[in-house]
């Protein structure tokens, strides 16, 4: 995969707020909404979040996130992993995307 630019934490808290806590939350102990809580993603098998309902392509998926796959993922979540109940459109922008991992 191609190098992953830098990107600003401050933009992408901001596009957190905006695009991604309407159905995440990111604390520790914080509750799943239409998607799972992301706290310690980074590491976590996908579709192993405790109490939340995957579906058997997140589940099957023989992801575990880190950047880069994260990077890949936030551009169009249903094409990077079929069968996804994940509504999210995706990020284009290359720089939305790595100032949203920061």
Known sequence: MGKIPKGDAKKGAKIFKMKC??????EAGGAHKQGPNLHK????????????????????SG????????????????KYIPGTK???AGLKKKKDRASLIA
């Open 21 to 26: 806590a309407q159905c995440h939350t990111v």
């Open 86 to 88: 994940m509504v999210f």
């Open 63 to 78: 992801i575990t996130w880190n950047d880069d796959h994260l990077f890949k993922y936030l551009e169009n979540p249903k």
């Open 41 to 60: 993603l980074f590491g976590r098998v996908a579709g192993t979040a405790d109490g939340f309902s995957y579906t058997t392509a997140n589940i099957t």
